[in-house]
């Protein structure tokens, strides 16, 4: 199975600051989704196929890559952005999660 | 607008089984494929199988083919998922999930339902 590795598993950011995140696919994958998850709640749709913001995301989160390398891009982090990121492949079966990162806010 | 709403908490002895469910609501049933992912505590996710509601056939995770048994009730547009023998590796949150995207997402989930094996 395709196994998906995130970096950082954490990361602190002050409010204003651009940060990026990524996820590294363990071969080629077609496209990423990503999902933004809160403490003690489920997980929400965040970006479909690398670069397409679900509904209600905020303008200020971008994705982007290709084949192996994606990443989520926050141009300018705010308070409600705290949460842990997780990235999904389904190029293959069965379909994988990245670990998640964390983002933190200082 | 889709809803997904799963039963509540469980807390089960080692080596016996639950059955949870997982009822939709907003949409036709038989439309969309049913995920089944776990989360164990602080933990990550792991998608454990699909089900397709129009004809009942399944796929699953190679890890858990002989944990989970996946059923649907199509006259009241309930999922069923019913995990065996349980052991404390299966003490974790599952969710329940649909594709409406068409893009092999999953963009509707439901609340979890919390599973404890603990005799």
């Known amino acids: 199975q395709i196994v998906l590795s995130q970096s950082p598993a954490i990361l602190s950011a002050s409010p204003g600051e651009k940060v990026t995140m990524t996820c590294r696919a363990s071969?080629?994958?077609?496209?990423m989704h990503w999902y933004q998850q809160k403490p003690g709640s489920s997980p929400k749709p965040w970006i479909y196929?690398?670069?397409n913001l679900a509904s209600g995301v905020p303008a200020r989160f971008s994705g982007s890559g290709s084949g192996t390398s994606y990443s989520l891009t926050i141009s300018r982090v705010e308070a409600e952005d705290a949460a842990t990121y997780y990235c999904?492949?389904?190029?293959?079966?069965?379909?994988?999660f990245g670990a998640g990162t964390k983002l933190e806010l200082k | 607008q889709v809803q997904l709403q799963q039963s509540g908490a469980e807390l089960v002895k080692p080596g016996a089984s639950v059955k949870l469910s997982c009822k939709a609501s907003g949409y036709t049933f038989t439309s969309y494929y049913m995920y089944w992912v776990k989360q164990r505590p602080g933990q990550g996710l792991e998608w454990i199988g699909e089900i397709n509601p129009s004809n009942g056939g399944t796929n699953f995770n190679e890890k858990f083919k002989s944990k989970a048994t996946l059923t649907v009730d199509k006259s009241s547009s309930t999922a069923y998922m019913q995990l065996s023998s349980l052991t404390s590796e299966d003490s974790a949150v599952f969710y329940c999930?649909?594709?409406?995207?068409?893009?092999?997402?999953?963009?509707?989930w439901g609340q979890g339902t919390s599973v404890t094996v603990s005799s």
């Open positions: 071969s080629s994958v077609s496209y």
């Open positions: 999930a649909s594709d409406s995207s068409g893009l092999y997402a999953m963009d509707y």
């Open positions: 999904q492949q389904w190029s293959s079966n069965p379909p994988t």
């Open positions: 196929a690398t670069s």
